[in-house]
């Protein structure tokens, strides 16, 4: 039942606040929100770190403690929770001229562009087909939702798609995306998504 999973969620997700923040809304840029993200992909992610196919030296340890149904009551507790807007700077202060000298309107429409319509040059997708119009993902699919995500945490997350340090998945579509972006096209779109 949704409403006790809730419950005994916020509970158990006590030890993961001091990272992740009250509700879910973490105010340290490399540590992911995880307030309104879709339950089955918190689950697929939950499930990765303890079977060691997704690999971080904090998420790792704390996967490693929770059990099938603390996953399941801890992902629908943060799926419950509303994310809240960044509050956070959107460049990192040493990054005044980010994405090759460009200015940083520049980079944000580069964001944009490619959010929306991908690059068809180099043949990358448009996120906009699976992560949505305003960043919501698609919950049916397990696509997750990335609105209001910390830019420092998107950066980290899609260079890890590229080298292939992330790809938990064995079909991880992120993975062929990533590869086909520059550094400035995943520093420009993850500055964007931030912002949503
Ligand atoms: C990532 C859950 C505790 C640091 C994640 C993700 C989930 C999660 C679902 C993946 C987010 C995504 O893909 O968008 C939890 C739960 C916790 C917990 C349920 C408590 C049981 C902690 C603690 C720390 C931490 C205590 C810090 C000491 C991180 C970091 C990442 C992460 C750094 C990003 C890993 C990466 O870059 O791939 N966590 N977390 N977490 N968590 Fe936690
Ligand atoms: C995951 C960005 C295009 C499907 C992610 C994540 C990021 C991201 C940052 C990790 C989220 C997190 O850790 O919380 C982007 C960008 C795109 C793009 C910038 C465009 C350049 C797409 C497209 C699809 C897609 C077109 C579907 C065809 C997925 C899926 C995951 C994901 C399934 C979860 C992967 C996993 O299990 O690790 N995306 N995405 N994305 N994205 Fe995308």
């Avoid at 507790?77 to 990192?92: C, D, F, H």
């Avoid at 949505?132 to 899609?158: C, V, W």
């Avoid at 590229?162 to 420009?188: F, V, Y």
Wanted: aromatic residues 6%; glycine residues 6%.
């Amino acid at each position: 039942h949704a409403e006790s999973n809730i419950n005994a969620g916020k509970q158990k997700a006590e030890s993961c606040a001091s990272c992740h923040g009250e509700n879910g809304n973490s105010m340290v840029a490399t540590f992911p929100k995880l307030a309104q993200q879709h339950s089955s992909y918190l689950e697929q992610q939950l499930r990765s770190f303890k079977d060691g196919s997704r690999n971080d030296p904090m998420m790792s340890a704390m996967a490693q403690t929770l059990n099938d149904a603390d996953i399941a009551d801890i992902s629908a507790y943060y799926a419950a929770q509303k994310v809240s807007e960044n509050t956070l700077p959107v460049l990192a202060a040493d990054d005044e001229k980010p994405a090759g000298n460009k200015d940083v309107q520049a980079t944000i429409a580069q964001g944009s562009d490619l959010y929306r319509n991908g690059n068809l040059k180099s043949e990358v997708s448009a996120c906009i087909a699976c992560h949505g119009p305003f960043g919501e993902g698609n919950k049916p699919a397990s696509f997750p939702a990335l609105k209001s995500q910390h830019a420092d945490y998107l950066i980290k997350a899609l260079t890890d798609f590229k080298s292939g340090a992330r790809s938990n998945n064995p079909e991880n579509i992120m993975h062929m995306i990533a590869k086909k972006m520059t550094d400035e096209e995943i520093k420009a779109v993850s500055y964007r998504i931030s912002m949503m």
